[in-house]
Protein backbone atom coordinates (compact mmCIF):
# COMPACT_ATOMS: atom_id res chain seq x y z
CA UNK A 1 0.00 0.00 0.00
CA UNK A 2 1.45 3.35 -0.85
CA UNK A 3 2.63 5.33 2.13
CA UNK A 4 0.20 7.96 0.50
CA UNK A 5 -2.78 6.09 1.85
CA UNK A 6 -1.63 6.68 5.42
CA UNK A 7 -1.59 10.42 4.64
CA UNK A 8 -4.99 11.58 5.74
CA UNK A 9 -6.55 15.02 4.39
CA UNK A 10 -7.72 15.17 7.75
CA UNK A 11 -4.10 15.72 9.34
CA UNK A 12 -4.39 18.82 11.17
CA UNK A 13 -2.27 21.15 12.65
CA UNK A 14 -3.58 21.15 16.15
CA UNK A 15 -2.56 24.97 17.19
CA UNK A 16 -2.45 23.89 20.84
CA UNK A 17 0.41 22.04 20.01
CA UNK A 18 2.68 24.33 18.16
CA UNK A 19 5.38 24.40 20.75
CA UNK A 20 8.50 23.45 20.44
CA UNK A 21 7.87 20.72 23.14
CA UNK A 22 7.42 17.47 21.47
CA UNK A 23 6.05 13.94 23.26
CA UNK A 24 7.86 10.95 23.01
CA UNK A 25 6.94 7.33 21.40
CA UNK A 26 9.37 4.48 22.02
CA UNK A 27 8.43 1.34 19.87
CA UNK A 28 10.00 -1.94 20.47
CA UNK A 29 10.40 -3.90 17.39
CA UNK A 30 10.45 -3.29 13.95
CA UNK A 31 8.48 -5.98 12.51
CA UNK A 32 5.37 -4.57 10.22
CA UNK A 33 3.58 -4.12 13.69
CA UNK A 34 6.07 -2.02 15.11
CA UNK A 35 6.41 0.02 11.56
CA UNK A 36 3.02 0.25 11.00
CA UNK A 37 2.27 1.80 14.51
CA UNK A 38 5.03 4.31 13.88
CA UNK A 39 3.88 5.56 10.31
CA UNK A 40 0.20 5.66 11.54
CA UNK A 41 1.58 7.73 14.36
CA UNK A 42 3.50 9.78 12.19
CA UNK A 43 1.06 10.32 9.50
CA UNK A 44 -2.41 11.17 11.94
CA UNK A 45 -0.60 12.50 15.22
CA UNK A 46 -2.22 15.98 16.09
CA UNK A 47 0.77 15.99 19.07
CA UNK A 48 3.95 16.88 17.67
CA UNK A 49 6.25 13.44 18.42
CA UNK A 50 9.29 12.41 18.83
CA UNK A 51 9.22 8.55 17.63
CA UNK A 52 12.23 6.22 18.10
CA UNK A 53 11.71 2.33 16.88
CA UNK A 54 13.92 0.57 18.99
CA UNK A 55 15.77 -3.28 17.12
CA UNK A 56 17.33 -5.57 18.22
CA UNK A 57 19.14 -6.70 14.76
CA UNK A 58 21.05 -4.11 13.11
CA UNK A 59 18.41 -4.09 10.41
CA UNK A 60 14.81 -3.36 10.13
CA UNK A 61 11.60 -5.29 9.39
CA UNK A 62 10.99 -8.52 11.49
CA UNK A 63 9.85 -11.74 10.06
CA UNK A 64 9.04 -9.23 6.54
CA UNK A 65 12.67 -9.92 6.15
CA UNK A 66 13.63 -13.19 7.58
CA UNK A 67 9.95 -15.19 8.10
CA UNK A 68 8.08 -14.03 4.43
CA UNK A 69 9.49 -16.73 2.42
CA UNK A 70 12.19 -15.63 -0.72
CA UNK A 71 9.81 -16.39 -3.63
CA UNK A 72 6.89 -14.04 -2.24
CA UNK A 73 8.92 -10.94 -2.79
CA UNK A 74 5.95 -9.16 -3.69
CA UNK A 75 4.58 -9.72 0.00
CA UNK A 76 7.92 -7.29 0.99
CA UNK A 77 6.56 -4.56 -0.98
CA UNK A 78 5.43 -3.18 2.74
CA UNK A 79 9.19 -2.33 3.36
CA UNK A 80 9.02 0.22 0.61
CA UNK A 81 6.18 1.94 2.85
CA UNK A 82 8.20 1.71 5.92
CA UNK A 83 10.88 3.00 4.18
CA UNK A 84 9.05 5.72 2.70
CA UNK A 85 7.72 6.66 6.25
CA UNK A 86 11.38 6.77 7.95
CA UNK A 87 12.52 9.25 5.41
CA UNK A 88 9.76 11.74 5.43
CA UNK A 89 10.12 12.10 9.22
CA UNK A 90 13.99 11.21 9.69
CA UNK A 91 15.72 13.52 12.12
CA UNK A 92 17.38 15.91 9.82
CA UNK A 93 14.39 16.42 7.62
CA UNK A 94 11.96 19.31 9.05
CA UNK A 95 8.86 17.25 9.63
CA UNK A 96 6.16 18.47 12.28
CA UNK A 97 7.55 14.60 13.63
CA UNK A 98 11.11 13.62 14.03
CA UNK A 99 11.86 9.28 13.75
CA UNK A 100 14.99 7.42 14.70
CA UNK A 101 15.52 4.24 14.64
CA UNK A 102 18.18 2.26 16.59
CA UNK A 103 18.95 -0.72 15.92
CA UNK A 104 20.87 -3.52 17.12
CA UNK A 105 19.78 -2.40 20.52
CA UNK A 106 17.50 -5.08 22.60
CA UNK A 107 15.15 -3.72 24.86
CA UNK A 108 15.32 -5.63 28.37
CA UNK A 109 19.07 -6.28 27.88
CA UNK A 110 21.35 -3.61 26.30
CA UNK A 111 18.32 -0.85 27.62
CA UNK A 112 15.89 -1.43 30.32
CA UNK A 113 12.17 -1.11 29.73
CA UNK A 114 11.93 0.48 33.17
CA UNK A 115 14.02 3.75 31.70
CA UNK A 116 11.49 3.76 28.29
CA UNK A 117 8.54 3.64 30.92
CA UNK A 118 10.63 6.25 32.73
CA UNK A 119 11.32 9.03 30.15
CA UNK A 120 8.80 7.89 27.34
CA UNK A 121 4.98 9.10 26.91
CA UNK A 122 4.08 6.41 25.53
CA UNK A 123 5.59 2.91 25.08
CA UNK A 124 4.64 0.20 22.54
CA UNK A 125 5.58 -3.21 23.14
CA UNK A 126 5.94 -4.58 18.79
CA UNK A 127 8.53 -7.56 19.95
CA UNK A 128 6.61 -10.32 17.97
CA UNK A 129 7.28 -13.86 18.68
CA UNK A 130 10.79 -15.32 18.66
CA UNK A 131 10.92 -18.43 20.79
CA UNK A 132 9.28 -21.95 19.35
CA UNK A 133 6.65 -23.85 20.97
CA UNK A 134 7.35 -27.30 21.60
CA UNK A 135 4.80 -30.92 21.17
CA UNK A 136 6.13 -31.95 24.86
CA UNK A 137 7.40 -35.71 23.63
CA UNK A 138 10.48 -37.93 23.84
CA UNK A 139 13.32 -36.97 21.69
CA UNK A 140 12.07 -33.61 20.66
CA UNK A 141 15.18 -31.43 22.42
CA UNK A 142 17.96 -34.50 21.86
CA UNK A 143 17.48 -35.90 18.11
CA UNK A 144 19.66 -34.16 15.71
CA UNK A 145 17.68 -33.67 12.25
CA UNK A 146 14.51 -32.26 14.27
CA UNK A 147 14.16 -28.80 13.58
CA UNK A 148 11.41 -26.34 14.71
CA UNK A 149 9.46 -24.05 11.69
CA UNK A 150 11.70 -21.25 13.34
CA UNK A 151 14.90 -22.91 13.09
CA UNK A 152 14.60 -23.85 9.31
CA UNK A 153 12.62 -20.81 7.99
CA UNK A 154 15.00 -18.17 9.79
CA UNK A 155 18.04 -20.57 8.60
CA UNK A 156 16.98 -20.07 4.68
CA UNK A 157 16.01 -16.91 5.29
CA UNK A 158 19.33 -15.65 6.53
CA UNK A 159 19.00 -14.28 9.55
CA UNK A 160 21.83 -13.44 11.96
CA UNK A 161 21.07 -16.08 14.29
CA UNK A 162 20.67 -18.97 12.57
CA UNK A 163 22.57 -18.50 9.35
CA UNK A 164 26.41 -18.87 9.76
CA UNK A 165 28.27 -22.15 7.82
CA UNK A 166 28.83 -23.33 11.57
CA UNK A 167 25.02 -23.47 12.43
CA UNK A 168 23.27 -27.00 12.82
CA UNK A 169 20.99 -26.61 9.99
CA UNK A 170 24.30 -26.07 7.81
CA UNK A 171 26.27 -28.97 8.89
CA UNK A 172 23.60 -31.41 9.02
CA UNK A 173 24.29 -34.07 6.80
CA UNK A 174 21.45 -33.07 3.78
CA UNK A 175 22.67 -35.62 1.70
CA UNK A 176 21.27 -38.13 3.76
CA UNK A 177 17.57 -36.67 3.84
CA UNK A 178 14.66 -38.51 1.50
CA UNK A 179 11.99 -38.53 3.77
CA UNK A 180 10.49 -35.61 5.44
CA UNK A 181 8.03 -35.06 8.26
CA UNK A 182 6.62 -31.89 9.18
CA UNK A 183 4.01 -31.34 11.98
CA UNK A 184 1.10 -28.82 11.45
CA UNK A 185 -0.36 -27.51 8.38
CA UNK A 186 -0.57 -23.69 8.48
CA UNK A 187 1.20 -21.40 5.79
CA UNK A 188 4.65 -21.97 7.63
CA UNK A 189 4.50 -26.00 7.34
CA UNK A 190 3.48 -25.34 3.41
CA UNK A 191 6.44 -22.46 3.06
CA UNK A 192 8.88 -25.00 4.67
CA UNK A 193 7.47 -28.12 2.07
CA UNK A 194 7.88 -25.97 -0.86
CA UNK A 195 11.23 -24.88 -0.68
CA UNK A 196 12.18 -28.51 0.70
CA UNK A 197 10.47 -29.89 -2.50
CA UNK A 198 11.69 -27.36 -5.21
CA UNK A 199 15.09 -25.97 -4.07
CA UNK A 200 16.97 -27.47 -6.89
CA UNK A 201 14.74 -25.83 -9.55
CA UNK A 202 16.90 -22.86 -10.15
CA UNK A 203 14.55 -21.13 -12.11
CA UNK A 204 12.17 -20.94 -8.73
CA UNK A 205 15.12 -20.14 -6.53
CA UNK A 206 18.14 -18.29 -8.16
CA UNK A 207 16.80 -15.35 -8.68
CA UNK A 208 15.75 -14.84 -5.05
CA UNK A 209 17.16 -13.36 -2.06
CA UNK A 210 17.02 -17.14 0.15
CA UNK A 211 20.30 -17.82 2.13
CA UNK A 212 23.07 -19.54 -0.11
CA UNK A 213 24.75 -21.58 1.94
CA UNK A 214 21.03 -23.10 2.95
CA UNK A 215 20.81 -23.29 -0.56
CA UNK A 216 23.83 -24.94 -1.40
CA UNK A 217 22.84 -27.34 1.64
CA UNK A 218 19.72 -28.11 0.77
CA UNK A 219 20.54 -28.53 -2.93
CA UNK A 220 23.26 -31.79 -1.59
CA UNK A 221 19.49 -33.69 -0.13
CA UNK A 222 17.85 -36.38 -2.29
CA UNK A 223 14.38 -35.24 -1.19
CA UNK A 224 11.79 -37.81 -2.43
CA UNK A 225 8.91 -37.34 0.19
CA UNK A 226 7.81 -34.33 2.34
CA UNK A 227 4.25 -35.25 4.56
CA UNK A 228 2.74 -32.51 6.21
CA UNK A 229 0.94 -34.36 9.52
CA UNK A 230 -2.22 -32.51 11.09
CA UNK A 231 -3.64 -33.51 14.37
CA UNK A 232 -6.90 -32.40 12.58
CA UNK A 233 -9.06 -33.72 9.49
CA UNK A 234 -9.10 -32.12 6.30
CA UNK A 235 -11.97 -29.71 7.23
CA UNK A 236 -9.56 -28.24 9.43
CA UNK A 237 -6.87 -27.73 7.63
CA UNK A 238 -4.97 -23.95 8.55
CA UNK A 239 -3.01 -23.19 5.01
CA UNK A 240 -5.22 -21.24 3.05
CA UNK A 241 -6.12 -21.95 -0.60
CA UNK A 242 -2.94 -20.04 -2.56
CA UNK A 243 -0.14 -21.34 -0.52
CA UNK A 244 -2.12 -24.86 -1.23
CA UNK A 245 -2.45 -24.28 -5.13
CA UNK A 246 1.12 -23.12 -5.06
CA UNK A 247 2.74 -26.51 -3.84
CA UNK A 248 -0.49 -28.05 -6.48
CA UNK A 249 1.41 -26.30 -8.68
CA UNK A 250 5.00 -28.02 -8.52
CA UNK A 251 3.75 -31.07 -10.52
CA UNK A 252 5.11 -29.03 -13.93
CA UNK A 253 8.03 -29.91 -12.39
CA UNK A 254 7.44 -33.55 -11.67
CA UNK A 255 6.36 -32.85 -8.00
CA UNK A 256 3.37 -34.33 -7.43
CA UNK A 257 0.66 -33.97 -4.34
CA UNK A 258 -1.08 -36.69 -2.67
CA UNK A 259 -3.90 -36.60 0.05
CA UNK A 260 -5.37 -40.44 0.79
CA UNK A 261 -9.04 -40.88 -0.45
CA UNK A 262 -9.53 -41.99 3.89
CA UNK A 263 -8.96 -38.03 4.10
CA UNK A 264 -10.67 -36.43 1.44
CA UNK A 265 -14.11 -37.98 0.68
CA UNK A 266 -16.56 -36.08 -1.03
CA UNK A 267 -19.28 -37.44 0.15
CA UNK A 268 -18.63 -36.73 3.74
CA UNK A 269 -18.38 -32.99 2.85
CA UNK A 270 -20.97 -30.61 3.77
CA UNK A 271 -20.76 -28.75 0.59
CA UNK A 272 -24.28 -27.26 0.71
CA UNK A 273 -23.20 -25.02 3.88
CA UNK A 274 -19.57 -24.76 2.90
CA UNK A 275 -17.91 -21.00 2.25
CA UNK A 276 -16.98 -20.23 -0.99
CA UNK A 277 -13.13 -20.74 0.00
CA UNK A 278 -13.76 -24.25 1.13
CA UNK A 279 -15.39 -25.01 -2.05
CA UNK A 280 -12.18 -23.80 -3.73
CA UNK A 281 -10.09 -25.75 -1.68
CA UNK A 282 -12.08 -29.24 -2.98
CA UNK A 283 -12.14 -28.13 -6.91
CA UNK A 284 -8.37 -27.99 -6.22
CA UNK A 285 -8.39 -31.06 -4.63
CA UNK A 286 -10.93 -32.79 -7.07
CA UNK A 287 -8.54 -31.72 -10.51
CA UNK A 288 -5.12 -31.50 -9.39
CA UNK A 289 -5.97 -35.67 -8.20
CA UNK A 290 -7.15 -36.36 -11.63
CA UNK A 291 -4.72 -37.34 -14.53
CA UNK A 292 -3.91 -34.42 -16.97
CA UNK A 293 -6.24 -34.94 -19.30
CA UNK A 294 -9.29 -35.43 -17.76
CA UNK A 295 -9.12 -32.35 -15.78
CA UNK A 296 -12.27 -30.24 -16.35
CA UNK A 297 -10.95 -26.65 -15.59
CA UNK A 298 -8.44 -24.74 -17.81
CA UNK A 299 -7.37 -23.28 -14.41
CA UNK A 300 -5.68 -26.94 -13.80
CA UNK A 301 -4.14 -27.56 -16.67
CA UNK A 302 -1.48 -24.67 -17.41
CA UNK A 303 1.46 -26.81 -17.17
CA UNK A 304 1.46 -30.69 -17.94
CA UNK A 305 3.50 -32.77 -15.66
CA UNK A 306 6.79 -34.26 -16.96
CA UNK A 307 6.02 -36.97 -19.36
CA UNK A 308 8.74 -39.14 -17.32
CA UNK A 309 6.19 -39.13 -14.10
CA UNK A 310 6.72 -37.35 -10.58
CA UNK A 311 10.07 -37.88 -9.25
CA UNK A 312 9.20 -36.61 -5.55
CA UNK A 313 5.64 -36.27 -3.58
CA UNK A 314 4.15 -34.11 -1.18
CA UNK A 315 1.33 -35.71 1.05
CA UNK A 316 -1.52 -33.70 3.41
CA UNK A 317 -1.74 -36.54 6.49
CA UNK A 318 -4.43 -36.26 9.10
CA UNK A 319 -5.92 -37.04 11.99
CA UNK A 320 -2.32 -38.15 14.10
CA UNK A 321 -0.56 -37.00 16.95
CA UNK A 322 3.21 -37.29 17.38
CA UNK A 323 3.81 -39.82 20.27
CA UNK A 324 7.68 -39.99 20.25
CA UNK A 325 11.12 -39.43 18.31
CA UNK A 326 13.31 -42.22 17.79
CA UNK A 327 16.75 -41.89 17.30
CA UNK A 328 19.90 -44.43 16.62
CA UNK A 329 22.64 -44.90 18.93
CA UNK A 330 24.55 -41.89 17.74
CA UNK A 331 21.33 -39.44 18.76
CA UNK A 332 20.07 -39.34 14.64
CA UNK A 333 16.89 -39.38 13.74
CA UNK A 334 15.38 -42.73 12.41
CA UNK A 335 11.75 -42.18 12.47
CA UNK A 336 8.42 -40.79 14.25
CA UNK A 337 5.43 -43.04 16.39
CA UNK A 338 2.22 -41.43 16.16
CA UNK A 339 -1.25 -42.95 17.61
CA UNK A 340 -4.40 -42.08 15.12
CA UNK A 341 -7.11 -39.51 16.34
CA UNK A 342 -10.75 -38.83 15.75
CA UNK A 343 -12.43 -35.87 16.37
CA UNK A 344 -15.52 -35.53 18.62
CA UNK A 345 -18.87 -34.04 17.12
CA UNK A 346 -17.57 -30.70 19.15
CA UNK A 347 -13.95 -30.66 17.10
CA UNK A 348 -11.92 -32.35 19.94
CA UNK A 349 -9.16 -34.36 19.15
CA UNK A 350 -9.62 -37.53 20.52
CA UNK A 351 -6.02 -39.96 20.62
CA UNK A 352 -6.41 -43.56 19.85
CA UNK A 353 -3.30 -43.80 22.34
CA UNK A 354 -3.37 -48.08 20.94
CA UNK A 355 -3.79 -47.24 17.38
CA UNK A 356 -0.08 -46.36 16.73
CA UNK A 357 2.33 -46.24 13.77
CA UNK A 358 5.55 -45.55 12.80
CA UNK A 359 7.07 -42.96 9.86
CA UNK A 360 10.59 -43.43 8.99
CA UNK A 361 11.86 -39.79 8.31
CA UNK A 362 15.17 -38.31 8.22
CA UNK A 363 14.67 -34.87 9.38
CA UNK A 364 11.12 -33.89 11.49
CA UNK A 365 10.49 -30.06 11.73
CA UNK A 366 7.77 -28.65 14.14
CA UNK A 367 5.39 -26.37 12.64
CA UNK A 368 3.50 -24.96 15.48
CA UNK A 369 3.27 -21.47 15.28
CA UNK A 370 6.19 -19.30 16.93
CA UNK A 371 6.47 -19.13 20.58
CA UNK A 372 6.64 -15.76 22.88
CA UNK A 373 7.96 -14.50 25.67
CA UNK A 374 8.18 -12.05 28.59
CA UNK A 375 11.04 -9.64 28.81
CA UNK A 376 12.91 -10.31 31.72
CA UNK A 377 11.53 -7.17 33.71
CA UNK A 378 8.05 -8.06 33.52
CA UNK A 379 8.18 -9.89 36.84
CA UNK A 380 9.72 -6.80 38.88
CA UNK A 381 7.43 -4.51 36.86
CA UNK A 382 4.25 -6.77 37.20
CA UNK A 383 3.57 -6.43 33.82
CA UNK A 384 1.18 -9.36 32.64
CA UNK A 385 2.32 -11.92 30.47
CA UNK A 386 -0.70 -14.71 29.31
CA UNK A 387 -1.44 -17.68 27.01
CA UNK A 388 1.93 -16.67 24.80
CA UNK A 389 1.16 -12.94 24.61
CA UNK A 390 1.53 -9.67 26.45
CA UNK A 391 -1.60 -9.29 28.80
CA UNK A 392 -3.72 -6.77 27.14
CA UNK A 393 -7.13 -4.65 26.37
CA UNK A 394 -7.60 -3.41 23.47
CA UNK A 395 -3.55 -2.54 23.07
CA UNK A 396 -3.19 -1.53 26.61
CA UNK A 397 -0.86 -3.48 28.77
CA UNK A 398 -2.15 -5.01 31.79
CA UNK A 399 -0.35 -5.98 34.93
CA UNK A 400 -0.58 -8.90 36.70
CA UNK A 401 -3.91 -7.78 38.53
CA UNK A 402 -5.53 -6.64 35.95
CA UNK A 403 -4.83 -3.04 36.09
CA UNK A 404 -3.56 -1.05 32.96
CA UNK A 405 -0.23 -0.22 33.20
CA UNK A 406 -0.04 3.78 32.42
CA UNK A 407 1.93 4.69 28.87
CA UNK A 408 2.53 1.16 27.69
CA UNK A 409 1.09 -0.39 25.03
CA UNK A 410 1.53 -3.73 22.57
CA UNK A 411 0.49 -4.39 19.19
CA UNK A 412 1.06 -7.36 16.74
CA UNK A 413 2.21 -10.94 17.08
CA UNK A 414 2.96 -10.16 20.67
CA UNK A 415 0.20 -8.73 21.64
CA UNK A 416 -2.40 -11.36 20.37
CA UNK A 417 0.38 -14.30 19.58
CA UNK A 418 1.48 -15.51 15.96
CA UNK A 419 -1.45 -15.80 13.59
CA UNK A 420 -2.36 -12.76 11.79
CA UNK A 421 -1.13 -11.80 8.04
CA UNK A 422 0.95 -8.86 7.07
CA UNK A 423 -2.62 -7.04 6.13
CA UNK A 424 -4.14 -7.92 10.09
CA UNK A 425 -1.29 -6.72 11.63
CA UNK A 426 -1.20 -3.32 9.89
CA UNK A 427 -5.12 -3.19 11.15
CA UNK A 428 -4.06 -4.64 14.52
CA UNK A 429 -1.41 -1.64 14.24
CA UNK A 430 -3.49 1.39 13.45
CA UNK A 431 -5.50 0.46 16.29
CA UNK A 432 -3.54 0.52 18.81
CA UNK A 433 -1.91 3.62 17.53
CA UNK A 434 -5.04 5.53 17.98
CA UNK A 435 -5.62 4.29 21.05
CA UNK A 436 -1.45 6.11 21.58
CA UNK A 437 -3.00 9.11 20.22
CA UNK A 438 -5.92 9.53 21.99
CA UNK A 439 -3.83 9.08 25.31
CA UNK A 440 -1.54 11.73 24.33
CA UNK A 441 -3.97 14.10 23.10
CA UNK A 442 -5.59 14.17 26.33
CA UNK A 443 -2.88 13.52 28.83
CA UNK A 444 -0.35 15.06 31.31
CA UNK A 445 2.48 17.52 29.43
CA UNK A 446 5.71 15.58 28.26
CA UNK A 447 7.85 13.62 30.28
CA UNK A 448 10.68 15.83 31.62
CA UNK A 449 13.29 13.02 32.32
CA UNK A 450 15.92 12.13 29.46
CA UNK A 451 16.10 8.65 28.06
CA UNK A 452 20.22 8.05 28.62
CA UNK A 453 21.43 6.20 25.34
CA UNK A 454 25.39 6.57 26.09
CA UNK A 455 27.04 3.11 25.42
CA UNK A 456 24.82 1.70 23.02
CA UNK A 457 26.27 0.43 19.76
CA UNK A 458 23.22 0.96 17.95
CA UNK A 459 22.87 1.12 13.70
CA UNK A 460 20.58 4.37 12.73
CA UNK A 461 18.30 4.48 9.91
CA UNK A 462 21.30 5.78 7.97
CA UNK A 463 23.43 2.33 8.42
CA UNK A 464 20.92 0.51 7.39
CA UNK A 465 20.35 2.40 3.79
CA UNK A 466 24.07 1.37 3.72
CA UNK A 467 23.25 -2.07 4.51
CA UNK A 468 20.30 -2.21 2.28
CA UNK A 469 22.30 -0.51 -0.68
CA UNK A 470 25.19 -3.17 -0.38
CA UNK A 471 23.18 -5.80 -0.34
CA UNK A 472 21.39 -4.60 -3.40
CA UNK A 473 24.71 -4.09 -5.15
CA UNK A 474 25.98 -7.97 -4.29
CA UNK A 475 22.69 -9.15 -5.08
CA UNK A 476 22.91 -7.44 -8.46
CA UNK A 477 25.88 -9.02 -9.44
CA UNK A 478 23.80 -12.34 -9.26
CA UNK A 479 20.59 -11.04 -10.20
CA UNK A 480 18.86 -11.24 -7.17
CA UNK A 481 17.05 -8.81 -5.35
CA UNK A 482 19.28 -8.67 -2.50
CA UNK A 483 22.35 -10.86 -0.97
CA UNK A 484 22.15 -10.73 2.96
CA UNK A 485 24.71 -10.00 5.68
CA UNK A 486 24.68 -13.26 6.93
CA UNK A 487 26.19 -11.90 10.53
CA UNK A 488 25.84 -9.17 13.09
CA UNK A 489 29.21 -8.56 13.12
CA UNK A 490 29.81 -8.16 9.65
CA UNK A 491 27.04 -5.72 9.42
CA UNK A 492 28.66 -3.47 12.03
CA UNK A 493 32.02 -3.74 10.27
CA UNK A 494 30.42 -3.03 7.20
CA UNK A 495 28.78 0.49 8.75
CA UNK A 496 31.75 0.66 10.88
CA UNK A 497 30.60 0.40 14.76
C1 LIG B 1 7.62 -18.00 8.26
C2 LIG B 1 6.57 -16.93 8.11
C3 LIG B 1 6.15 -16.55 6.85
C4 LIG B 1 5.18 -15.55 6.73
N1 LIG B 1 4.76 -15.22 5.48
C5 LIG B 1 3.80 -14.30 5.32
C6 LIG B 1 3.33 -13.96 4.03
O1 LIG B 1 3.78 -14.52 3.01
N2 LIG B 1 2.37 -13.00 3.93
C7 LIG B 1 1.87 -12.36 5.03
O2 LIG B 1 1.05 -11.45 4.88
N3 LIG B 1 2.29 -12.67 6.29
C8 LIG B 1 3.24 -13.63 6.45
N4 LIG B 1 3.66 -13.97 7.71
C9 LIG B 1 3.06 -13.27 8.87
C10 LIG B 1 3.80 -11.93 9.15
O3 LIG B 1 5.18 -12.14 9.06
C11 LIG B 1 3.38 -11.42 10.53
O4 LIG B 1 2.01 -11.08 10.48
C12 LIG B 1 4.15 -10.16 10.98
O5 LIG B 1 5.52 -10.25 10.71
C13 LIG B 1 3.99 -9.92 12.49
O6 LIG B 1 4.62 -8.70 12.77
P1 LIG B 1 5.21 -8.30 14.20
O7 LIG B 1 5.83 -6.97 14.00
O8 LIG B 1 4.18 -8.46 15.24
O9 LIG B 1 6.36 -9.37 14.53
P2 LIG B 1 7.80 -9.56 13.86
O10 LIG B 1 7.72 -9.45 12.39
O11 LIG B 1 8.33 -10.82 14.43
O12 LIG B 1 8.68 -8.33 14.40
C14 LIG B 1 9.16 -8.26 15.72
C15 LIG B 1 10.48 -7.49 15.73
O13 LIG B 1 10.88 -7.26 17.08
C16 LIG B 1 12.27 -7.46 17.21
N5 LIG B 1 12.56 -7.74 18.63
C17 LIG B 1 12.35 -8.89 19.30
N6 LIG B 1 12.72 -8.74 20.59
C18 LIG B 1 13.17 -7.48 20.73
C19 LIG B 1 13.69 -6.73 21.82
N7 LIG B 1 13.80 -7.27 23.04
N8 LIG B 1 14.09 -5.46 21.62
C20 LIG B 1 14.00 -4.89 20.38
N9 LIG B 1 13.50 -5.56 19.31
C21 LIG B 1 13.07 -6.83 19.49
C22 LIG B 1 12.54 -8.63 16.28
O14 LIG B 1 13.91 -8.72 15.93
C23 LIG B 1 11.64 -8.26 15.09
O15 LIG B 1 12.33 -7.43 14.18
C24 LIG B 1 4.63 -14.95 7.88
C25 LIG B 1 5.05 -15.36 9.15
C26 LIG B 1 6.01 -16.34 9.26
C27 LIG B 1 6.46 -16.78 10.63
N1 LIG C 1 1.68 -16.83 2.64
C1 LIG C 1 1.13 -16.39 3.75
O1 LIG C 1 0.19 -15.60 3.73
C2 LIG C 1 1.69 -16.85 5.06
C3 LIG C 1 2.84 -17.61 5.09
C4 LIG C 1 3.30 -18.05 6.32
C5 LIG C 1 2.63 -17.70 7.49
N2 LIG C 1 1.52 -16.93 7.40
C6 LIG C 1 0.73 -16.62 8.60
O2 LIG C 1 1.51 -16.65 9.78
C7 LIG C 1 0.73 -17.20 10.87
C8 LIG C 1 1.51 -18.34 11.51
O3 LIG C 1 1.57 -19.46 10.63
P1 LIG C 1 1.98 -20.92 11.17
O4 LIG C 1 1.86 -21.88 10.05
O5 LIG C 1 3.26 -20.82 11.92
O6 LIG C 1 0.90 -21.19 12.31
P2 LIG C 1 -0.63 -21.74 12.23
O7 LIG C 1 -1.31 -21.28 11.01
O8 LIG C 1 -1.20 -21.40 13.55
O9 LIG C 1 -0.46 -23.34 12.11
C9 LIG C 1 0.07 -24.08 13.17
C10 LIG C 1 -0.14 -25.56 12.90
O10 LIG C 1 0.45 -26.28 13.98
C11 LIG C 1 -0.51 -27.20 14.49
N3 LIG C 1 -0.23 -27.43 15.92
C12 LIG C 1 -0.07 -26.48 16.87
N4 LIG C 1 0.22 -27.09 18.05
C13 LIG C 1 0.23 -28.42 17.83
C14 LIG C 1 0.47 -29.55 18.63
N5 LIG C 1 0.76 -29.45 19.92
N6 LIG C 1 0.41 -30.77 18.06
C15 LIG C 1 0.13 -30.92 16.74
N7 LIG C 1 -0.10 -29.87 15.91
C16 LIG C 1 -0.06 -28.64 16.45
C17 LIG C 1 -1.85 -26.54 14.25
O11 LIG C 1 -2.86 -27.50 14.32
P3 LIG C 1 -4.37 -27.10 14.74
O12 LIG C 1 -4.95 -26.37 13.58
O13 LIG C 1 -5.00 -28.41 15.01
O14 LIG C 1 -4.24 -26.23 15.97
C18 LIG C 1 -1.60 -25.98 12.84
O15 LIG C 1 -1.75 -27.00 11.88
C19 LIG C 1 -0.59 -17.65 10.27
O16 LIG C 1 -1.57 -16.66 10.50
C20 LIG C 1 -0.28 -17.75 8.81
O17 LIG C 1 -1.40 -17.60 7.97
C21 LIG C 1 1.03 -16.50 6.22
Redesign the pocket.
Request: no cysteine; hydrophobic share 30%.
Given at each position: MPWTLYKSPTVRIGLRFLSNTRKSVSVVGSGPSGFYTVCRLLAKSEVPLNVTLWEKLPVPFGLSRYG??PD?PE?KNCEDTFSRCAQEFGASSGARHTFKFMGNVSIGKDLKLRDLLDTQDAVILSYGCSGD?K?GIPGEDSTSGVFT?REFVSWYNGHPEFAGENDKLTSFPWSKVRNVGI???????L?IARVLLSNNIPQLWSSTDINPVALKALNQAPIETVKMI???DFS?S?F?N??FRELWELERYGIQGIIKSEFFKLEDLDMENADRVFKRRVEMISEYSLPFNQRTKKNYKKHHPPESGPTKTWEMDYLK??LAINSNSQGDLESLTLCRNSLSPSSRVEQHSSETLTYNVDVLIT????GSSPLHEFGPLQIGFVKNRVANANGHVLDTNGGIVPGLYASGWIRKG????IASTMSDAFEVADAVMADLESGSPPKARELKTQGLNYTTWEDWEIIDKEEKRRGMQHSKPRQKFLSVSEMLSFVKK
Open positions: VAHVHLSIGNGNVADARRHKTKETPSLGYSSGV
